[in-house]
């Protein structure tokens, strides 16, 4: 199952798998920092929902939704964060996403019963599930 594309080297990254792209590897770092805030500032354009994700009550409500079902995956229970020294940090090897029920784009808000913490595997089920119903 292919994860993603490089956006430099156009090579396929499967989901999991380390990748260090020629390409990048022969850029000094800033002009690679550059390029990548330059390539945000181009999705935030594109996707004008995404200027919620840096907002304070997103980041609060998101803290919230984690700490709500004690950093485990609200379908199948998987842990995917752990409480250390009074924050939520995440479990090497585990990628918790937190979905929107009702998606930004759609409509929905930042509000906390908005929010649920998922693992990226049942987030991708999520939403084809979602994709699909608006089909």
Same mark, same amino acid.
């Given at each position: 199952m292919m994860g993603r594309i490089c956006p430099d080297c156009g090579r396929p990254i499967r989901r999991g798998e380390k990748h260090v792209c020629p390409a990048r590897a022969t850029q000094p770092a800033d002009e690679r920092r550059r390029r990548t805030r330059d390539q &945000?500032? !181009?999705?935030?354009? +594109? !996707?004008?929902?995404?200027? @919620?994700?840096? +907002?304070? &009550?997103?980041? @609060?409500?998101r803290l919230v939704a984690i700490a709500r079902t004690h950093g485990c995956d609200a379908i199948t229970g998987e842990p995917l964060y752990e409480h250390h020294r009074g924050g939520w940090v995440p479990i090497p090897g585990k990628h918790g996403e937190v979905h929107h029920r009702v998606p930004l784009s759609q409509g929905g808000t930042d509000k906390v019963d908005n929010l649920m913490l998922v693992s990226q595997a049942t987030h991708e089920r999520l939403e084809k599930l979602s994709r699909d119903a608006r089909r």
């Open positions: &945000e500032l !181009e999705r935030d354009r +594109s !996707e004008r929902w995404r200027k @919620h994700y840096r +907002s304070k &009550e997103f980041r @609060h409500n």
